[in-house]
């Protein structure tokens, strides 16, 4: 450290040394300044302006700093952890103006991706997670944790899968941030995994963190229940735990009691999805634009509380596989449906509930404000209207969630009595406890409104007391308040005053009432505003008190919301609730795809039938032309599935579902090349992967296997993985395969289990019209150039390529093109004037068209070809 550092800088950087991977916001007055390297970067991340200390030294040798204002310091931040930065807060830990020489200061707390706790950070729909990986020979331990909610929830892995589980347990919870021991740090594989496909913060703990006796020490001190939960003997699973909590105890300093629950789960209670099948069925978002709008989550999602968006989320990524529990969810769902009335008076009382689950984690973290508790208190009154709006339900799962609804009457008057309606948006500054609460706030309150009164009452007082008409009391900044007496009354000047100044024509003098009210006056303001941050914190300390009750609360709303928002969606798009047991049938009567069917507009959707087992309809070959169903009608199929583990109703007549453990998906590919993969090269990987885990209880969608290599090659490819998913020795899953090898048809009657079906298509001279309808049978031809002209391919080179087919289909080899265009090839006026005609009628709204304009617009479309 140079000589010639200043105390304060010589603070700074002992504090950046102890943290050199965190920008270091370094509190000064009413600013975070950040100096040197960490000025350099925020400001270059959050465009602010980089200015320099010691102006009288040489440019080389000024200090770069930024800073930003202490009371809007969380918009800062909430930037730069998006960017995926860590942010140590070095406080001022004591008053400076009290303080003798330096300030001390200290870290109070270090913000990660995967630990904010701020509503401006946090996306209310979605949880926030943070997990743990610890890896050595004997296995695999995962630990996530949500701090904004108080979720914690671990598992492990052993043998040859492990690997599998691991990353598709990633995929379910996408954490923000990943703490890594050595053995899973070392692993490039799982390190790519996170940062390029989830977009996680990947830090290496080191193996300390994760020691067995401090993770389990840790473990017990932390959960109400210990370590029940934990099998014994599962070491990799405790490791985890422990490292993660290590690492919050780390950077977040403070109290972190709402952590008081651990669950644990194994890969079999829920139907496990990997990241391709997760993706390519578009549960929470599309494949192309990312957004929420186009997935299945858009359809189903009509809850109306906070906590309900993040648990329809978590029901979506693990349907279950208990027929038991999803007959429980469903029996609820079917209450709801039939009580039109009971479930908008619901929805009513639903959309007032605040988000209980992440109110409580703030209260208990300390970083709430007095807006939290009024909002917790609210949030709270409403539990009530729930309660009695459920009473009448005989569903066994709702009125076992109506039981768990505690509303804390207590808690929630004591809130009502002590805050006002509208807090302030700080603490610190008072004006937030409400009058009647605490007598000396009120005492305090009355001497700063009437202090003008008591001086007035007071010299009034004196007056009369001594006789003295020209008595008057005053103030000034040097003596305080004081009582000013003119020179004639001198003699009648009491002993108890005592002279505090001589002036020409006066004398001033002060008493000892006098004194201590002004002590009362002028001291009022910090005494209330001490005082009423103590009996905030006292009314959070006493909140924080109930987190078990609030967070049961805060879980059953959430499910009750859920089932509501599942009964809403299955009422106003006609859904059935699905049969679901432990048979190896799939059937499903006139079934819809979710998305598909809410996106038209102004069509309507046309159904299909589905009827799968593990017997005589194991495989399903469909076939027919590109743009006519195939990969609609096998997504649907999977979504139905998985809707119907999920607990909710299906878009169908009628379906009867045999519990799926897992869904597979290849459908489509696109080059990977940040890996350098080629797409034929994704695709067998993925295939790989699924006939490598695949069981029996599967559900395969299989679109256009083998078609990133050559005719034969891909041809030979498709079949053996089609051979493979039908062998009942080797595999025998429920498999939707979709091709263009029509010469794969040939295989229904050659292998048990294989059947043909095909999208109907009616063709009429060179058009065709897709039915969108699944038919037994194979396609009698691929229809490939009618689709080319329906995307505007050029007339000419649809007729050379139906010359082509011709002579191809007669065993004839095609003739190379004429060199020179001839006359009729020429690309003709219809072609350049149907792009322009195609043009024009994109931008024309028929819907408001009068008769004279579409006359108009017909003549002009007419002028154009």
Known sequence: MPPETTPMMQQYLRMKELHPDCILFFRLGDFYEMFNEDAKLVSKELELTLTSRDRGKPEAQRTPMCGVPYHSADAYIARLIAKGYKVAICEQMEDPALAKGLVDRDIIRIITPGTVMTSSMLEEGRNNFICAVYRDSAGTGLCFCDISTGECSVTSFTGPEADEHLYNELGRFTPREAMLSDGAYSDGALVDFLVKRLDCRCENGGEARFRLDAARTAAEKQFSAGLDALPAGDDAALQAVGGLLSYLYETQKTDLSHLSTLTYFTTGQFMELDLTARRNLELTETLRSKEKKGSLLWVLDKTRTAMGHRLIRAWMERPLLSPAAIGRRLGAVGELVGDAIGREELTLTLREITDLERLIGRIVYGTAGGRDLVALANGLGRLPALRERLAGCSSALLASLREELDDLTELRELIGRAIVDEPPFSVREGGFIRAGYHPEVDRLRDIMA????????????????????????????????????????????????????TLTNCERFITQELKELEHEILSAQDRITALEFELFCDLREQAAAQVGRIQRSAAAVAQVDVLSSFAAVAAEQGYCRPEVDLSDAIEITEGRHPVVEKMLKHALFVPNDTHMDNRDDTVAIITGPNMAGKSTYMRQVALIVLMAQMGSFVPARSARIGIVDRVFTRIGASDDLSAGQSTFMVEMTEVAELLKNATAKSLLILDEIGRGTSTYDGMSIARAVLEFCADKKRLGAKTLFATHYHELTALEGQIPGVKNYNIAAKKKKDDILFLRKIVRGGADQSYGIEVAKLAGVPEPVLRRARKILEELEAGVPAAPAPAAAQPEEQVSLLDMGSAQVSARLRDVDVNVLTPIEAMNLLYELKQML
Not at 451 to 471: C, D, M, P, W, Y
Not at 489 to 501: A, E, G, L, M, S
């Open 450 to 501: 009437n202090g003008k009164g008591l001086v007035a009452s007071i010299e009034a007082r004196e007056k009369e007391k001594t006789g003295i008409k020209s008595l008057k009391v005053g103030y000034n900044k040097v003596f305080g308040y004081y009582i000013e007496v003119s020179k004639s009354y001198y003699d009648q000047v009491p002993d108890t005053y005592i002279r505090k100044q």
